[in-house]
């Protein structure tokens, strides 16, 4: 597999450290540890890191729900269009034209190999296509500096909207965010808060997220605090 294009492990792992320090107070969400997985253009998993000081650290679960996340925004973006995983939100609901889209991971990839080695550079996961598809925060396409989609970072570990802006800042950091056309203003692949009793009046809305503190402010700012590319 070819993951020339994306962040290696120590790029994606300093980016995604950075942005988590911040705290829940630059962030929203509960401040807690994130894991970070990047996927290339083919699906194909190029790096799984965490945050924290050991893998302990780190919601369990959310290791796998990154992985899938970065997925989700690698499928479902082109060079042209990019998509975020939270965009996906209001049409995956019943009645909406992608209900039953969600979808989990190949389960012979997800639970293989040693745990002592995730979050390292040979993580079990690396080398694989990991499959599924999430419909909340955390996973962005990643886009090089003339434009072109070169896979997706997910990011998973506290509410939806805290990992949305966390990717979204390590994105930015790693200057692989030079986005061409989304459906939020911008245009950009950012979050959309238009749900109101149910129904998104875009049909590409997230819900606000409970719990910890909100984000939904820092998210609406996110395209004036860290503005996609061409960065100079």
């Known amino acids: ?96 034209s992608l209900y039953s889209i969600v979808t989990g991971p190949n389960p012979n990839t997800a639970f293989a190999g040693d745990p002592q080695k995730f979050d390292q550079p040979d993580d079990p996961l690396v080398g694989k296509p990991i499959g599924g598809v999430i419909v909340f925060g955390g996973g962005l396409p990643l886009y090089d500096k003339n434009g072109k989609i070169v896979g997706a970072l997910g990011v998973s570990g506290d509410t939806s909207c805290a990992d949305h802006v966390i990717a979204w800042k390590a994105r930015h950091t790693l200057a692989l965010d030079v986005v061409p056309m989304g459906v939020a203003p911008g245009p950009s692949d950012n979050l959309i808060f238009d749900i109101q009793n149910g129904v998104s009046s875009s049909g590409y809305g997230h819900p606000a997220c409970k719990g910890g503190n909100p984000s939904e402010d820092i998210i609406k700012k996110l395209s004036e605090t860290h503005p996609a590319g061409p960065h100079k």
């Open 1 to 96: 597999q070819d993951c020339s294009k994306v962040p290696d492990y120590n790029k994606l792992k300093a980016a995604l450290t950075s942005a988590v320090k911040e705290g829940k107070g630059a962030n929203g969400g509960l401040g807690n540890q994130e894991w970070g997985t990047v996927v290339n253009r083919d699906g194909v998993v190029c790096a799984v890191v965490f945050t924290g000081p050991n893998r302990g650290a780190e919601w369990p679960g959310s290791r796998l729900v990154s992985a899938e996340k970065a997925n989700t925004a690698n499928a479902f973006s082109t060079d042209n269009f990019a998509l975020s995983s939270g965009n996906i939100f209001s049409a995956a609901q019943p009645g909406n």
